[in-house]
């Protein structure tokens, strides 16, 4: 499966973005999906994820009540809607998808997931 992030820009903080991951191929894998980002000089880190069977979704705690990761099938793509943004969401923001449904204490490290694709920056300024 072949993933494109899409949706970032510049805006200002407490503005709102949202991001989508388009998925071509083997689209049934989009059942499990994860949001990372990096910023400069950073290690890539969780975002948000969502699983196969599970209604829960799963944020970082710095970004818990302001984004939310949702999937369309029918579209095939999962969005990433991020309201009042700060300075510090500043990064480049990639998904990444795992066909087997990640067990929870895995859903947070990057090494869970795979299928990266290129990804979207995201500029807050102040």
């Known amino acids: 499966v072949q993933l494109q992030a899409s949706g970032g820009g510049l805006v200002q903080a407490g503005g709102s973005l949202r991001l989508s991951c388009a998925a071509s191929?083997?689209?049934?894998?989009?059942?499990?999906m994860a949001w990372f980002r990096q910023a400069p000089g950073k290690e890539r880190e969780f975002v948000a994820a969502v699983r196969r069977g599970d209604t829960n979704t799963y944020y970082a705690d710095s970004v818990k009540g302001r984004f939310t990761i949702s999937r369309d099938m029918a579209k095939n793509t999962v969005h990433l809607q991020m309201n009042s943004l700060k300075t510090e969401d500043t990064a480049v923001y990639f998904c990444a998808v795992n066909e087997n449904r990640p067990i929870s204490s895995a859903i947070r490290t990057a090494g869970t997931w795979h299928n990266w694709g290129q990804g979207t920056l995201v500029t807050v300024s102040s």
């Open positions: 191929g083997r689209t049934f894998t989009l059942t499990n």
